[in-house]
């Protein structure tokens, strides 16, 4: 299995400032994907970021409000731009491996105020 | 387009009953299908796959699910509960043209009670 981490494990916001998000594995991997899971609700991909490439966004995500950064094989991060309260949700990063099988980090669970 | 849809948002049961937490997906081309589990204040962890080969697949903890093309659907079950079960369970599926990106149904909470 695959070890993934998070940073920061939870964070409390003023809305129209920005959080950037970390996420590391421990081994390289070609793809890795952030999830959004809303109060309630189940999970949502945002991107899919490849390393040496520009992430692609699913509808609905665009990366002026979600830019993604992918500098090498075991690390992304994610920043949400100038949040709202709409903003407060839980972000998973998660990543591929054999057999489709996909590990997730323990998410960030972000309150904007 | 593809969608998960999980009949249940909340499934009661007893310890030691059975339980089936349905699962029905939509989608044009071929996918493959999961199931993932989310134990209390715990991260996703996949509780089983189907990929291709037997229909039948069995997770190490006593859950099986059933991948049925005809009817679309991809039913998690197990013969007898433990409080341990307790968690949200999510089906998900990747369309296999997608490079491995999920498409989550919205999740059933299995309570399972003394």
């Known amino acids: 299995s695959a070890v993934i981490s998070q940073k920061p494990s939870r964070d409390i916001c003023q809305r129209g400032t920005s959080l950037t998000i970390q996420c590391q594995v421990d081994s390289q991997v070609t793809m890795m994907f952030w999830y959004r899971q809303q109060p309630g609700q189940s999970l949502t991909l945002i991107a899919t970021a490849n390393q040496g490439s520009e992430a692609t966004y699913e509808s609905g995500f665009v990366i002026d409000k979600f830019p993604i950064s992918r500098p090498n094989l075991t690390f992304s991060t994610l920043t949400v731009s100038n949040m709202s309260p709409e903003d407060s949700s839980i972000y998973l990063c998660?990543?591929?491996?054999?057999?489709?099988?996909?590990?997730f980090g323990p998410g960030t669970r972000l309150t904007v105020l | 387009a593809q969608s998960v849809t999980q009949l249940d948002s909340q499934v009661p049961v007893f310890e030691e009953a059975p339980v089936e937490l349905r699962c029905n997906y939509s989608?044009?081309?071929?996918?493959?299908l999961f199931w993932y589990v989310q134990y209390p204040n715990q991260g996703l962890q996949l509780l089983l796959k189907y990929l291709s080969g037997s229909t039948l697949v069995k997770s190490i903890n006593g859950f099986e699910a059933e991948f049925n093309k005809s009817q679309t659907s991809f039913h998690l079950r197990k013969p007898s509960v433990h409080i341990s079960d307790t968690a949200e369970y999510f089906c998900a599926v990747t369309p296999n043209n997608q490079g491995g990106k999920l498409i989550f149904g919205q999740g059933t909470e299995l309570s399972v009670k003394p």
């Open positions: 989608s044009s081309v071929s996918v493959y």
């Open positions: 998660s990543s591929c491996y054999r057999e489709l099988e996909q590990f």
